[in-house]
C-alpha cells in the first residue's frame, strides 16, 4: 500500500530538552491514522513539524513522494495537506455558510483577489452548500457560527477543511470537550468524510481511536513506542505502562 506521508528520523529539540526524538511514521493513504500518547508524548509538536509550524532539529518529511521538510505551510496546503486545530478556529460573527464560502474562495481565488464582491462570492454557495451536506450542517446556513454549540462549531471546521480539496487531513483532538452525543456524531463524521481520502489525527478519546481508526502510532516522552492496529497496541504491555494505570480505558474501548 502506497504510504502518502513519511516521516524519517524526525527531532525536534528545544534548549537542549527533545520534545520528538528519532520519530519515523508511515501514514498509509486512505487510512484513518491516529497518534495517541499520554500528556507531554509530543503528539502535538509532530503536527506542528509536519504542518511546518515548526522546523525539525533533524530528519525528514516526505509527502506524496515529495520531501517537504522546508516546505511553507500555506505551500503544504495547497498541495493538499490540510489542518484543523484544538482550539476552535470559526469566524464567529460570520454565518456557517460564509464561514465554508471564506475557505472556498482561499482555495480558487487568487491570492491578490481574497476578498472578492458580494456577487462573486454567491457562486460559491452551491458548494458551500453541498459541503455542509456532507458534514450534516445545511439546516445552520444562516446561523451565526458564534451561535452553535460547541460540536457543531466542530463540524463547520470540518466543512471548511474539506473545502480546501485536501488528499491529506489532520485533525487534532476533533472530539475534545464535547459530551457524549457530540463525540458520538463527529466520530461518525470523520468516518463519513475519509472516503476517498487520508486522516492523521491526535485524540485521546480511546473509544474514537477503536472504533474508526486503522493503524495506531503511540508516542512517549517523543519517542515512537508502539505502532499497529488498536487491538495490537492495546495488548502492548509497554503502551499500558505508557498509561500509568489508565489501562483500563484502553481495554474498556474495544
Given at each position: 500500500?502506497?504510504?502518502?506521508?513519511?516521516?524519517?528520523?524526525?527531532?525536534?529539540?528545544?534548549?537542549?530538552?527533545?520534545?520528538?526524538?528519532?520519530?519515523?511514521?508511515?501514514?498509509?493513504?486512505?487510512?484513518?491514522?491516529?497518534?495517541?500518547?499520554?500528556?507531554?508524548?509530543?503528539?502535538?509538536?509532530?503536527?506542528?513539524?509536519?504542518?511546518?509550524?515548526?522546523?525539525?532539529?533533524?530528519?525528514?518529511?516526505?509527502?506524496?513522494?515529495?520531501?517537504?521538510?522546508?516546505?511553507?505551510?500555506?505551500?503544504?496546503?495547497?498541495?493538499?495537506?490540510?489542518?484543523?486545530?484544538?482550539?476552535?478556529?470559526?469566524?464567529?460573527?460570520?454565518?456557517?455558510?460564509?464561514?465554508?464560502?471564506?475557505?472556498?474562495?482561499?482555495?480558487?481565488?487568487?491570492?491578490?483577489?481574497?476578498?472578492?464582491?458580494?456577487?462573486?462570492?454567491?457562486?460559491?454557495?452551491?458548494?458551500?452548500?453541498?459541503?455542509?451536506?456532507?458534514?450534516?450542517?445545511?439546516?445552520?446556513?444562516?446561523?451565526?457560527?458564534?451561535?452553535?454549540?460547541?460540536?457543531?462549531?466542530?463540524?463547520?471546521?470540518?466543512?471548511?477543511?474539506?473545502?480546501?480539496?485536501?488528499?491529506?487531513?489532520?485533525?487534532?483532538?476533533?472530539?475534545?470537550?464535547?459530551?457524549?452525543?457530540?463525540?458520538?456524531?463527529?466520530?461518525?463524521?470523520?468516518?463519513?468524510?475519509?472516503?476517498?481520502?487520508?486522516?492523521?489525527?491526535?485524540?485521546?478519546?480511546?473509544?474514537?481511536?477503536?472504533?474508526?481508526?486503522?493503524?495506531?502510532?503511540?508516542?512517549?516522552?517523543?519517542?515512537?513506542l508502539a505502532e499497529g492496529t488498536y487491538a495490537e497496541v492495546s495488548a502492548d504491555p509497554r503502551v499500558l505502562e505508557a498509561?500509568?494505570?489508565?489501562?483500563?480505558?484502553?481495554?474498556?474501548?474495544?
Open positions: 500500500m502506497t504510504h502518502i506521508l513519511e516521516t524519517v528520523g524526525l527531532c525536534k529539540e528545544f534548549r537542549g530538552f527533545r520534545a520528538v526524538d528519532d520519530v519515523s511514521l508511515r501514514v498509509r493513504e486512505g487510512d484513518i491514522h491516529a497518534l495517541i500518547g499520554p500528556n507531554g508524548a509530543g503528539k502535538t509538536t509532530v503536527f506542528n513539524l509536519l504542518t511546518k509550524f515548526l522546523s525539525p532539529s533533524a530528519g525528514r518529511i516526505v509527502f506524496d513522494g515529495r520531501d517537504i521538510t522546508r516546505e511553507k505551510p500555506a505551500a503544504l496546503a495547497r498541495q493538499g495537506m490540510v489542518r484543523s486545530f484544538q482550539i476552535s478556529a470559526t469566524f464567529p460573527h460570520l454565518t456557517v455558510l460564509e464561514n465554508v464560502r471564506v475557505a472556498l474562495q482561499r482555495r480558487h481565488a487568487p491570492t491578490y483577489a481574497f476578498w472578492l464582491p458580494g456577487s462573486v462570492l454567491s457562486r460559491l454557495d452551491a458548494r458551500a452548500m453541498d459541503l455542509l451536506e456532507q458534514v450534516d450542517m445545511q439546516d445552520f446556513a444562516q446561523t451565526k457560527a458564534a451561535d452553535l454549540p460547541y460540536g457543531r462549531k466542530r463540524s463547520v471546521e470540518i466543512a471548511t477543511t474539506l473545502a480546501m480539496e485536501p488528499r491529506l487531513m489532520l485533525l487534532d483532538e476533533p472530539t475534545q470537550g464535547m459530551g457524549h452525543e457530540d463525540v458520538e456524531r463527529v466520530t461518525q463524521l470523520i468516518k463519513r468524510v475519509s472516503a476517498g481520502r487520508t486522516i492523521l489525527m491526535v485524540e485521546h478519546n480511546m473509544k474514537v481511536v477503536a472504533g474508526i481508526c486503522d493503524r495506531i502510532s503511540v508516542l512517549q516522552r517523543g519517542a515512537l498509561y500509568m494505570g489508565s489501562e483500563t480505558e484502553l481495554e474498556g474501548a474495544h
